[in-house]
């Protein structure tokens, strides 16, 4: 954790730039013209964050990025909270994996996984969807559902005004995007989880809009996929949001009694009520290397038994050595396998 | 203060030991003691009254998991002729936390599958505290599945703080295990009648809760988190757990009328544990009924309707 604190702010090398403020190569000129948002860490974000950030705090590593770091660089992340700080925020990232340090927009051409040691950072939905489709038109589905708050849900925060966070800070209605497009000149519908709005959460909308867009791959008879990026079900949501784990079942269990192909994709991490309902039914189940993928969160677990669990416990790698997942699949690879994967299940030609 | 009664209970308690403490006096004595104990037990039914009149949410979820409140094989013991239970998954174990068999009740045979908890230490350490492992939902998928070829209906009672977050569990595919119950209940082509008769907790409990009524008791709960789990996580402290249960709405005529269950079936006077006969014949006319309405429709129609039920599940808006 100190080491990432050290670094040029964090919420923006998770790949959610605001939409309207692509980060291309933009970088300098959006963060010289404007001040950097004052609005204070996602609490979302920091509980949620990676589980084992524990992981890459390593003294020896410190001293070795202080030594690396130019130390304009360096102060920006001490947080000036008057945003005028002159660097570019997210121009260079540290990587999570081998602790290289990266150059903001060229890992993000290279879909956020570290062109050294091949880690995957996480990405955006709406990013992971248009790096999926063929380029040429693509139609965002169910785009205008809407969360409520029907309990009046109240903790140290409405949940009206968690929402309303989140709308702000991701630019999405809600943690699921949904599309429709061509994918190696084939039809495909695909939804992605957006893990900075709420933890990936699944509600009503997340689970409506999912089970609308399974509903349409039905009738329009294509492949269907899901990326999660998704701490489980939303609490605030209480009861409706259980629910939706047997309603996307269901939609499932509809697709597979058709035989329209459905490919769960789990990406870091992949927990909880989504875990347990329409993560776990693919036709073809993929992880994303070193994704945490389980039921319960490695913290629960340890409470519960008491000990330390062991090194990649619940890890892609672990999943596939059990028996619970297919394959893991690099994320720069993820539109071949996937053309490749559907094309026989539907018995098309190879394809290109 | 008895422990076998909660906080709130403890009025209840007293005056329980009194009437006790008075029979047995008087026993063998020539007095009569009638009158005394009658008055006793108008006292006792007023301030029972007064207790349950207006529970918190947090005193229900106590309730939910009260240590006398009846258990799947209490109620399966009440309401059936015969019961036979069948064990195993077919593939690794036997899991304790659920039961499950095939049963008689009112002539008529049924599967029944439930999660059970212990009552002493030795047993609850057996039942798992009633947290499934994936071979106790593997087990109930297996007699469902069963259920469905020889054409008999299926009741199932939830009663599980949740799904056991283990290491073994993981390694073995918990979060496989209960999807796969979500996916294939939604097309069992035979009725499947739900009903919370204690804990409704999570995942752990859906997984057998997919079907065609979902029931429950009074003063059971139906959750997707524990008040407890909440209240650690958005509160960070697990003492707001009360807070964390009013804001769940983990209650059976908040659910009701969320629209999220079909029916609340209430309870004696006190709770189902100060009367279990009695609310187990309350529970066996209500599944009688419902097995009546459910068995008339025909099975492309039944998971047609089926389907409509989880499909409406949702509060949301479009912009």
Redesign the interface.
Same mark, same amino acid.
Do not use: C, N, W, Y
């Given at each position: 954790m100190r080491v990432r604190r050290a670094m040029p702010r964090k919420s923006n090398s998770e790949g959610v730039p605001k939409p309207q403020q692509p980060v291309e190569s933009h970088v300098s000129d959006s963060a010289s013209s404007g001040p950097a948002p004052t609005e204070p860490a996602l609490p979302e974000r920091i509980?949620t964050a990676m589980p084992d950030a524990e992981l890459f705090d390593d003294e020896n590593d410190m001293s070795w990025l202080t030594k690396l770091m130019p130390s304009r660089i360096r102060t920006e992340g001490k947080g000036d909270p008057s945003g005028k700080g002159k660097v570019p925020e997210g121009l260079w990232e540290k990587c999570e994996g081998c602790g290289a340090v990266l150059y903001g927009p060229e890992l993000e051409r290279n879909l956020q996984v570290c062109p050294k040691c091949g880690h995957h950072h996480p990405i955006a939905a709406r990013k992971r969807l248009t790096a999926l489709f063929d380029e040429g038109p693509t139609e965002e589905l169910f785009a205008?559902?809407?969360?409520?708050d029907?309990?009046k /849900?109240?903790?140290?925060k409405t949940y009206k005004a968690r929402i309303a966070i989140a709308q702000k800070n991701t630019g999405e209605?809600d943690a699921l995007i949904a599309m429709q497009g061509k994918l190696k000149a084939q039809p495909l519908i695909a939804v992605a989880f957006e893990f900075a709005y709420m933890g990936g959460s699944m509600g009503?909308?997340v689970?409506?809009k999912f089970?609308l867009a399974a509903e349409r791959a039905l009738e329009q008879r294509a492949p269907f996929v899901c990326f999660s990026a998704t701490g489980g079900?939303?609490?605030q949501?209480?009861?409706?949001?259980?629910?939706?784990?047997?309603?996307t079942?269901?939609a499932?269990?509809?697709l597979?009694?058709a035989g329209v192909p459905f490919i769960s994709v789990l990406t870091d991490p992949t927990t909880?009520?989504v875990?347990?309902?329409?993560?776990?039914?693919g036709d073809i189940n993929i992880g994303e290397p070193k994704a945490l993928?389980? /039921?319960?969160g490695p913290r629960?677990?340890e409470q519960?038994?008491r000990?330390t669990?062991p090194e990649g /416990?619940?890890r892609s790698e672990f999943l596939v050595e059990?028996?619970?997942i297919d394959l893991i699949v690099d994320r720069r690879d993820m539109r071949d396998r996937l053309a490749a994967l559907t094309a026989l299940l539907m018995r098309q030609p190879r394809v290109a | 203060m008895n422990p076998n009664f909660l906080d709130f209970e403890q009025p209840i308690a007293e005056l329980d030991a009194k009437i006790a403490e008075l029979r047995a006096a008087s026993h063998g004595q020539a007095f009569n003691i009638d009158e005394e104990v009658g008055k006793l037990q108008d006292k006792l039914k007023r301030k029972t009254a007064d207790i349950f009149r207006n529970l918190t949410s947090w005193q229900v979820a106590q309730l939910a998991r009260h240590p006398a409140r009846p258990y799947t094989l209490d109620y399966i013991q009440a309401i059936c002729e015969e019961f036979v239970e069948l064990a195993g998954d077919r593939a690794y174990a036997d899991d304790a936390a659920i039961v499950g068999g095939l049963g008689r009740i009112d002539g008529r045979s049924v599967v029944i599958i439930g999660h059970q908890k212990g009552r002493d230490t030795k047993t609850k350490i057996k039942r798992n505290f009633g947290m499934p492992r994936p071979e106790g939902y593997r087990k109930a998928l297996r007699l469902m599945q069963l259920a469905e070829r020889f054409k008999l209906p299926i009741l199932t009672f939830i009663d599980t703080p949740g799904a056991y977050p283990g290491v073994g569990a993981e390694e073995r595919g918990q979060s496989e295990a209960i999807a796969r119950n979500l996916l294939e209940m939604s097309e069992l082509k035979v009725p499947i009648l739900c009903t919370v008769i204690g804990e409704g907790g999570s995942g752990g409990a859906l997984a057998i809760g997919v079907g065609d009524v979902t029931n429950m008791l009074q003063y059971s709960t139906y959750s997707v988190i524990s008040p407890e789990g909440c209240a650690s996580i958005l509160w960070k402290s697990a003492d707001k757990a009360k807070d964390a249960a009013e804001a769940l709405g983990l209650t059976a005529p908040r659910l009701l009328e969320l629209g999220l269950i079909d029916k609340v079936l209430r309870e004696p006077l006190g709770g189902a544990h100060r009367d279990p006969r009695n609310m187990a014949i309350r529970l066996k006319a209500v599944l009688l009924n419902q097995l009546d309405e459910l068995e008339k429709i025909d099975a492309v129609a039944l998971l047609d309707r089926r389907y409509k039920r989880l499909r409406k599940y949702g509060a949301l808006r479009a912009a």
């Open positions: 509980v205008l559902l809407e969360p409520v029907a309990l /849900f109240k903790d140290s209605k009503s909308v689970g409506e089970t079900a939303r609490m949501e209480g009861l409706f949001s259980l629910m939706q784990m047997a309603k079942s269901a499932i269990a509809r597979r009694r909880g009520g875990s347990a309902s329409l993560g776990m039914l993928i389980g /039921f319960a629960v677990i519960t038994v000990e669990l /416990f619940q059990h028996g619970a | -």
